[in-house]
C-alpha cells in the first residue's frame, strides 16, 4: 500500500528512525512466494507512478518529478486473515528471515534508482506519523513479477 504524503516519519520506541518530506509512504507486507522479481516490478512502478499533481492539479507526475523522497515501512499485518474468528491469520505473510532481505532489497533497488529512500526497523514495533496529501492511497500487489 502507499500513500503520497506531505511528510512522514517513523519511531521506534520514542527515537526517530527515518523522515521524509513530499514523497511517498510504502507500507510492505511480503508473501512466501515473493522474490526479486517482485522487488524490482515494485520499485519501477512506484518510481513511475504518475500521482502528483501537474501545473494543472492533474495526477501527471511521479515521485521522480517532483523531486521526492520515499519511506518504506515493513508491515505484515497488511496480509493479515480475518475471513475467520475474531483473530487475524498471518499465515500468508512470509516469515522475517524471507521478508527482511526483501525489504532491504526494495530500500536499495529504489536508492540505486536515484530515489531518496528511508526505512524503519524491520520486525520492530513502529510509530508512524504522516500527512496524507491528497488525500491519495494505492493498493499495489505483485507476483510473477507483475504488479497491479
Keep these: 500500500m502507499l500513500q503520497r ?5 517513523v519511531s521506534v520506541e520514542g527515537e526517530l528512525v527515518a523522515s521524509i518530506g513530499t514523497g511517498l509512504l510504502v507500507l510492505v507486507g511480503m508473501e512466501p512466494g515473493d522474490g526479486p522479481e517482485e522487488v524490482e516490478a515494485v520499485a519501477v512502478k512506484l518510481a513511475g507512478l504518475r500521482i502528483f499533481p501537474d501545473a494543472a492539479g492533474k495526477m501527471n507526475r511521479s515521485v521522480v518529478d517532483v ?7 515493513s508491515q505484515f499485518t497488511l496480509l493479515g486473515d480475518v475471513a475467520k474468528g475474531r483473530r487475524p491469520s498471518f499465515t500468508g505473510a512470509a516469515p522475517p528471515d524471507h521478508a527482511g532481505p526483501l525489504v532491504e ?17 524491520f ?16 493498493v499495489l500487489e505483485a507476483s510473477a513479477g507483475r504488479v497491479r
Design 67 to 73: 523531486g521526492g523522497e520515499i519511506l518504506v515501512v
Design 123 to 138: 520486525g520492530a514495533s513502529m510509530e508512524v506519523d504522516l500527512v496524507n496529501d491528497g488525500p491519495v492511497t494505492l
Design 105 to 121: 532489497s526494495l530500500v536499495g533497488t529504489l536508492s540505486a534508482m536515484g530515489i531518496p529512500t528511508m526505512s524503519g526497523e
Design 5 to 9: 504524503v506531505s511528510r512522514a516519519r
